[in-house]
């Protein structure tokens, strides 16, 4: 029997339905969308639909959409693209952003100059928006800060962080790689500029995503070389993928509502049912709005690496995917004020469309049985 998967912060399944959307333009309609001829325009056709696709799931218009070979690509878009050549010379990020935004910001600041201001979070995980008010300046070219966490599921309150960056003249960035597919995710809504999606968080496949750039922003390319995408990024369109993408943004827009109460409704009762097997489990950023899928907890007196390996028939994390299998302590929750040790011994639970009732069931059951039976804790 495969492993109970519970890591779809990580990434999801591909859907059925993306794959079956995708299939035939790998197998027949293989024609580049840039000829003028039948097979270059019935390629185009599918490009320019999954691009209406798209936007439909942000609320943006498809001339606002320009795909990218994923999340990374989207937020390094959006960062350099905003910050090279600009006046203003101050970029402004949370303390609990990806490495796709803060490496970023990291290298900005080092090769190019970029004055960096981190905001600092709560207990909860959430910006504090003080601080907010007290760095975001005139100086300031871009705020960005990711819509969900995608540790702790903890979501930041971006319409507000907006309204100060465009009170101070600076531009609004969010990476809503995690949120999409899982709660609404509205660009008019939230009030930004710019906003990084990945397909391979919401049942399409890796290897693709979107930048939302808001009509009338002028942003030079990243990737240069022909006009493709409005001349915003060069190369031939994956096709098959683009396909995918939109078929999988088709598919939030028809069951986000259904797919969130049922996460939220099995993510509640498994954190309900193992606080009452194991009392000492603690929930991280529970007091915080939170993404209805996850369930970040850490185990007192155990490492969560440790712990992971005593569960072969849990499929889970420590934290982010680009990061898991490490037993050191979780970035996330250090910069919420959380005790090293419960920092070490931190796991995250994420489920998805396809999470069963029994799934949930059976994993509690597991990870009681693998705390209660070593009352010593599992540290290394």
Known sequence: MNPIYLDYNATTPVAPEVVDAMLPFLR????????????????????????????????????????????????NMALRGVLRGNPRRKLVISAVEHPAVGDVADFLAREH???????PVDARGVVELQAAREQIDDRTALVSVMHANNEVGTLQPIAELAA?????????????????GKVPVRADALDVDLLSLAGHKFYGPKGVGALYIRRGLDMPPLMIGAGHEGGRRAGTENVPYLVALGEAARLVVE??????????????????????????????GAEAQRLPNTAHLSFPGFSGAALL????????????????????????LAAMGADP??????????????????????????????????PGGIVR
């Open 28 to 75: 027949d309609f293989w024609g580049n969308p840039s000829s003028a001829h039948a097979y270059g325009r019935q390629a185009r056709r599918a490009v320019d639909a999954a691009r209406e696709q798209v936007a439909g799931l942000v609320g943006a218009t498809p001339a606002e959409i320009v795909f990218t070979s994923g999340g990374t690509e989207a937020n």
């Open 113 to 119: 100059g970029v004055e960096v201001s981190v905001l």
């Open 164 to 180: 100060l960056a465009h009170a101070r003249g600076a531009l609004m960035h969010t990476d809503a790689a995690q949120s999409a």
């Open 255 to 284: 069951q986000l509502a259904t797919d969130e109460t049922r996460m939220r409704t099995l993510r509640d009762r498994f954190e309900e049912e193992l606080r009452r097997r194991v009392p000492q489990v603690v929930v991280n």
């Open 309 to 332: 390996e005593r569960l072969p028939g849990l499929a889970a994390s420590t934290g982010s995917a680009c990061k898991a299998g490490t037993d050191e302590p979780s970035g996330i």
């Open 341 to 374: 040790q419960l920092a070490r011994g931190a796991v995250r639970f994420s489920l998805g469309r396809y999470t069963i009732p029994d799934d949930v069931d059976r994993a509690i059951g597991l990870i009681a049985g693998a705390v209660l039976h070593s």
